[in-house]
């Protein structure tokens, strides 16, 4: 039932979000529309609009959640959460605008739109969440909670009665711990742990039950589960296991299974499919835009030593993955027997191999590398699903079986064709210090930090001072 009830109001609450989302789309197109005409004619494809917008943001905050009123939410937490969903709704238009043409979605107009709906959208959320503070922490909408503890209890506890803008009011605690009753009993009720959880939900206006016992037994806690969902009370199972530094607990399905997943790195779903969405169309974009570029420079190749214009080698992907990685050929065709040669002029610590005037590297191939141009073929990888546009570079096979266990990290996300290595000084990095700066990347990646490396990497590109 509480469940249910949860869910119909997020939903009614996303509803009437969309709803001032369209009003302040409307306002922006009614106000940089030049004339009463203009907006007569072009009503048509404001219906349209109005529904696309409507449909988008309905499917985006609901995926966001942003029709919850979470009893323990932060401020700043609500404003990062609509500025990543406004920031995505935004660009789905203007992608979806790049097929249809509307003027009423041009770019003036969505700048403006999404400010004006992320200013109404966010006042909105933050007086509805200061308005239930307040009236949780004067008593009203207040849950009734029952807490199953032990000796390890006492922080989380403590923390519920201090946090009184949560909204929850402890009936009593049910425990077999001297300290925790002898902490407790001058102000809440102290229940044996011996007695029947079934008598006590029944018999006191409980709303939840929360279980924080540090150790616990399987059957019996399945059994308080059961007990506490024949009569609609919520259960919730607080526990040290969920609590491992570094990694971040998530509840999810498998078949129907419900599982409890351990995953380092802030990676959410929905975020990772814009991601991969973008990858492709971009690539798209890329290949298609510098296509001359690309023939012009596989003929310069050609001619300057006979030899072929690309370089193809095996490198590791995804969690071990193999695939080829393709470049422009920068070095002379000999260049993988000549290496050993030159191992002991190894400028990088650790398995990789650098020289920065590598004498292998021909006069084009010293250009292309300056400039980038040499990666320009790895948006055909982008495309095929084995690279992504910004991740952690594909290292080679031989690299790998030298990594330090903490280093094969970096092969939990997508490699890419630039990173924060390659915006940061490439060659005059350490290679330690390069794989922390792609545990950097993984740890903290988001939409943002892409576009902010995409940007960057554009810089180096056009100033010439890549390695």
Known sequence: MFKERESVIAKVTVG?????AVICFLFIWYFTEDSAAQRMAASREINNTVIIIALLWFIIFDQFKLGKIFRTSSYFSILKSYLKAILTGIGFLFAINLLLRYESLNLERLAYFGILSFLVLTSYKNMLFAVMRFLRRNGFNKRQILIIADEESTDYIDQIIHTKDWGFQIRAIMTGSKKIAERYSSDYEIIPNTKNIKQIIDNNPIDDVIYCRSLFNQTELQQYI????EIGVAFHHQTRVLDVEQVEPHLSLLNQLPFISYKNGRHHYLSLKIKAAFDFLFSL?????TAPIQAFIALAIKLDDGGPAFFKQERVGLNGRRFY???FRTMVVDAEELKAQLMGQNEQE?????ISMDPRVTRIGRFLRKTSLDELP???NVLRGEMSV????????TEVEKYERWQIRRLSMKPGITCIWQVSGRNNIPFHQWMQLDMEYIDNWSLKLDLILIMK???????????
């Open 226 to 229: 059961v007990d506490c969902a």
């Open 378 to 380: 790895q948006f055909v």
């Open 350 to 354: 650790g398995p990789v191999f650098k």
């Open 16 to 20: 009437l979000q969309v709803i001032l």
């Open 457 to 467: 990497t554009i810089r180096v590109m056009l100033l010439g001072t890549g390695k």
């Open 390 to 397: 910004v991740g952690p570079r594909p290292p080679i096979p």
């Open 325 to 327: 990685c393709l470049k």
């Open 285 to 289: 974009i890329v290949i298609i835009i």
